[in-house]
């Protein structure tokens, strides 16, 4: 995935590496063709600015959202949701900071400069903190001058003028509605969700965080956490709270969210979405890819469904799967019709045509069974091997190519019947037919001249 910056007015492409969700932001980690990083900086899902890299501080808001951010791989369609802007135009700092404040009040304002510490002057945000502090505590307004306080210890830990001002008597109340989380919520929702995403081990803190991203109409960084939380184990709660929001999203994105969940945290309640979605999709290549890599065994009915898609599949998947994709069927007959074994089968079969011999293909059929039966298509196979080198069997050859969909096989046989009776005019019909199949309508021409000429003079 890629994206556009405008630096200086000059417009860079860079890819999409990863989107780190932590705390109040998102940081989007991109990279250019010199190997250069750029970081993309979101207030909740709001573009705020974009800054180069050449190193990042320990310590630094970016620092901690790489490390314990809550990590989204660049393809995810979560990613997506937040990059939905045409360019990112990366601003000097002090170009920010006036148009931080043309929208967001003081406390927001010095809150989303703190993270952009890594890009600025040392000591430089924990300066405008301490001014934004002391412009509230002169104007009397105690609590939120005590909420910048906790910005800049959340920012610093070790921060002694934050640490010293905490502990003052003026703010002896505050410090008491702080400990707790019921009363800090409504208080200090900024301080609220960073102790929260402090403790995403602890199974009560993340059911309160994923209630204040509820209530606070912040649907995307909810299916954030609920995706996090499933990865490490399933949890009903989330999946139904991951469910309703990908309810309201294009099926790419379900199948997406599920493919990744199934790979990093299997549970039969996913798996069981996960096929439904693939299986009632136009996605061909990837339920294909599902059924051949997964330990899953389709119903009567989704195997009716596998087989529309394996018909429908890109044929290069189905190659790529020449060797996977035999011990997958054999399993299979076991468990499902006869007739269902060679429907699956037959698309394999005039896949692997195009690139494996034909001893190859009777080999792998062979492979794939479990006692000594055959295949209406095995048998055709078998009568292609009799006829090959047959030269008064080349229109029969030609169709046994045209019934496994092998038309480039058809095409020559049907010439090559041509060559040795030059007044075939069903030999010629079946090229010019196939010729316009493939699109090479300059060719057809050539033969329907030719069949013209041979029915005017024989």
Known sequence: MQCTLTINKKSKQVDVLKMYMYKQSKVIETIDKNNRYFYLVFYHNQYINGAKATKIKLGSHIHRALTHGITTESNHPFVKEVLNRDTYPCIKFNQL??????????????????????????????????????????????????????????????????????????????????????????????????????????????????????NNNRALDAAILRTFILKKQFNQSAWDGLLAYLAKHDTETQIYSFLELNQTSPHP???????????????????????????????????????????????????????????????????????????????????????????????????TKIEDEQYLIEKNLNNIALLENDPDQQYKLGELYLSLGQLDKAIECFKWEIELDPNNLKSMKAVIDLLKQSGDFSEAKNYEDLLIQTQKYG
């Not at 040392?122 to 301490?130: T, W």
């Open 97 to 214: 900071y006036t148009k931080l404040q043309q929208h967001y009040p003081p406390k927001e304002t010095a809150l989303i400069l703190s993270f952009f510490d890594s890009f600025t002057s040392p000591d430089a945000i924990q300066k405008l903190l301490k001014k934004t502090f002391y412009s509230y505590r002169r104007n009397g307004k105690l609590r939120k001058a005590f909420q910048v306080l906790n910005i800049l210890n959340q920012m610093d830990p070790a921060d002694t003028f934050a640490l010293d001002m905490i502990g003052k008597m003026e703010f002896q109340n505050e410090r008491t509605i702080y400990q707790s989380l019921d009363s800090l919520e409504q208080r200090d929702p900024i301080h609220f969700e960073s102790v929260c995403f402090n403790q995403l081990e602890n199974p009560e803190i993340l059911t309160k965080l994923i209630g204040f991203y509820d």
């Open 269 to 367: 309640t996913i798996k069981k979405e996960l096929v439904s979605k693939l299986l009632g999709s136009s996605y061909h290549n990837e339920a294909v890819a599902f059924f051949i890599e997964h330990e899953y065994i389709p119903t009567t009915n989704e195997t009716t469904q596998l087989i529309d898609h394996l018909n429908k599949v890109d044929s290069q998947k189905l190659i790529h799967y020449f060797h996977q994709s035999k011990k997958k069927i054999k399993q299979l007959h076991h468990l499902i019709p006869k007739k269902q074994i060679e429907q699956i089968i037959v698309p394999f079969v005039k896949a692997f045509l195009s690139t494996y011999s034909l001893g190859e293909v009777q080999e792998w059929i062979v492979k």
